[in-house]
């Protein structure tokens, strides 16, 4: 299996070339909508890119769903950045951040690869999801606390062949959408992170960290011990020292 996407692969000559061309066109597009207020659009050309997904038969439509679903929830979420903002020089960074995402991130195969790009999905969709939405309904927060953290959990042990891939992800999914409940009868940001946001995001990267090291054979009972350490160091004073009177109910 692994051969024949290697074959279909644009490596080089005119096909790389003009793969490459459209890779980049695809933030420029996305950019020129949201300028003119159609961020609909922009997300909806993000889906469109990705129409390989059901040039299959449709049995494999939610498989190929599944595994594009954290470059679809990255482009996103970068649409989001974008739309919340009407300065034009920080949608051009968003879209340049796209574009190094397509270039550099997206096509790494690597074990290191999919875990980094399984993290930073999950920190763009939580900064996403908090950004637009974060005065919403508690319903609608705990959903999509819980679908972000759903996908970039199964983009992350799918990458290592993890054989209870489905279990580990249900968990870390139901942990981030019950944090989300929690979280939102007192939600709190930092500027304009939430804290949800935050304590997930310190938590995916230390206890997946631990894991890629393990994995990896290089997980010392010192390494696991400062890893603990600083993530509890680091959430002690996130709920230590957070102004809980000023809240949102």
Partial sequence: MKRALTKIRPVDGFAHT???????????????????????LAIAVIFLS??????????????????NSADILAGVSLVIFM??????????????????????????????GAASQALIAQVLGLLAVYVAWGGSNILVLIITTWLVCYVAGR??????????????????????????????HWL???????????????LSFGLGSMYYLQRMDKLTPLLK????????????VVLVFSDWGDKAV
């Avoid at 003009?18 to 609909?40: E, G, K, M, N």
């Avoid at 919340?84 to 879209?95: E, G, K, V």
């Avoid at 340049?96 to 290191?112: D, E, R």
């Fill in 225 to 236: 011990r400062q890893f603990l350490f600083i993530m509890a160091a680091i959430i002690t």
């Fill in 50 to 67: 990705k129409w390989r997904m059901l040039a299959v038969r449709p049995r494999y439509w939610l498989a190929n769903l599944q595994a």
């Fill in 188 to 202: 709190l940001y930092y500027g304009v992170i939430a804290q949800p946001a935050l304590i997930l995001t310190v």
């Fill in 155 to 184: 983009h992350f042990f799918a990458g290592f062949d993890e054989p209870y891939t489905k279990f580990l992800t249900n968990i870390w999914a139901f942990f981030g959408g019950s944090l989300a409940w929690i979280s939102s």
């Fill in 18 to 40: 003009l793969h490459l061309v459209l890779t980049v066109a695809l933030p420029l597009l996305i950019y020129i909508f949201v300028r003119i207020d159609l961020a609909q």
């Fill in 83 to 112: 739309a919340q903002t009407t300065s034009q020089l920080w949608q051009l960074i968003w879209a340049a951040l796209y574009a190094v995402w397509l270039l550099m991130i997206k096509p790494s195969t690597s074990l290191f």
